[in-house]
Nanobody, 115 residues
Framework: QLQLVESGGGLVQPGGSLTLSCHPSATIFSISTMGWYRQIPGKQRDLVAEFTREGTRNYAVSVKGRFAIFRDNAKKMVHLQMTRLRREDTAVYFC?????????WGRGTQVTVSS
């Protein structure tokens, strides 16, 4: 069964940086959107950043100017570069890919921003 594999999470001090990466365990065809979501316990999963169907980047207001989403089309990878991290960025981050064959989610990677 196809899975999305995430990496790059961890513990970082406020103001620091991390880059998350995601790749599928098998080939995905006809990708429409690729993005990252995050979730804290007891809350809903929220969009952080994504590439839309039109190929444009879309960011949550809280991360604009601090986070950047990149993709490698050949490898079907998507990355999230996070800078100037804040304590409120602490969450489990999930990779998401929508394609003609359905929606796929990673298992999540923990990002903790703490001194």
């Amino acid at each position: 069964q196809l899975q999305l594999v995430e990496s790059g999470g961890g513990l970082v001090q406020p103001g620091g940086s991390l880059t998350l990466s995601c790749h599928p365990s098998a080939t995905i065809f006809s990708i429409s959107t690729m993005g990252w979501y995050r979730q804290i316990p007891g809350k809903q999963r929220d969009l952080v950043a994504e590439f839309t169907r039109e190929g444009t980047r879309n960011y949550a207001v809280s991360v604009k100017g601090r986070f950047a989403i990149f993709r490698d089309n050949a490898k079907k990878m998507v990355h999230l570069q996070m800078t100037r991290l804040r304590r409120e960025d602490t969450a489990v981050y999930f990779c998401n890919i929508h394609s003609s064959s359905g929606a796929y989610w990673g298992r999540g990677t923990q990002v903790t921003v703490s001194s």
